[in-house]
């Protein structure tokens, strides 16, 4: 079964720095290009970032570019994104999605999120 | 960026009742697109991909069509579960994948 299991939200303050997680199993990780979507209490979604399988090709949203930072491990089956001079407007649930296969970029796994709040 | 425009924003129908969702494109974006449902307090469940291929799972009283600018999902007779918000999403020119602003599909 595949499972993504977020990891590393939590309250931060403005300027501050997180560090999120999402542990795949159930799929041969490394033949998958993943992402990170946000969801904005009572909004709707946003791409965030997406990364290859073999983790030399990231993009970034502008909204976020300059301040995030995806990366994966393949050997721990791991996806990360550093976020930095977080902002109150990166308020929102993230999640890590993979993607349906090479060339499909649609996401067809979904991790539960996890919650980042940026507040004073 | 391509931006996705979806209405009516809310649709109010009874269960048993056909529902017909919109979704428009800015520029073409040939049939790369896809549809996700999505329930309060869950993930995005994807739909339809490339326009009219259910995903795994997914019952057949979801379709989708289109091409190019203009797209539509169709659920042919509402279950109690299928109340949700619906989101399209596109892959033609990316970065970004960019979504639509969703439809929600509530019980008159």
């Known amino acids: 079964e595949v499972q993504l299991v977020e990891s590393g939200g939590g309250l931060v303050q403005p300027g501050g720095s997180l560090r999120l997680s999402c542990a795949a199993s159930?799929?041969?990780?490394?033949?998958?290009?993943m992402n990170w979507v946000r969801q904005a209490p009572g909004k709707g979604l946003e791409w965030v970032s997406y990364i290859s399988r073999d983790g030399r090709t990231m993009y970034y949203a502008d909204s976020v570019k300059g301040r995030f930072t995806i990366s994966r491990d393949n050997a721990r089956n791991s996806v990360y994104l550093q976020m930095n001079s977080l902002r109150t407007e990166d308020t929102a649930v993230y999640y890590c999605?993979?993607?349906?296969?090479?060339?499909?970029?649609?996401?067809?796994?979904w991790g539960q999120g996890t919650l980042v709040t940026v507040s004073s | 960026e391509i931006v996705l425009t979806q209405s009516p924003a809310t649709l109010s129908l009874s269960p048993g009742e056909r529902a017909t969702l919109s979704c428009r494109a800015s520029q073409s974006v040939s049939n790369y697109l896809a549809w996700y449902q999505q329930k309060p307090g869950q993930a995005p469940r994807l739909l339809i991909y490339?326009?009219?291929n259910r995903a795994t799972g997914i019952p057949a009283r979801f379709s989708g069509s289109g091409s190019g600018t203009d797209f539509t999902l169709t659920i042919s007779s509402l279950e109690p579960e299928d109340f949700a918000v619906y989101y399209c999403q596109q892959r033609s020119n990316w970065p970004p994948f960019t979504f639509g602003p969703g439809t929600k599909v509530d019980i008159k």
């Open positions: 490339d326009a009219s």
């Open positions: 159930g799929f041969t990780f490394s033949s998958y290009e």
């Open positions: 999605a993979r993607e349906l296969g090479w060339l499909q970029a649609y996401f067809d796994y």
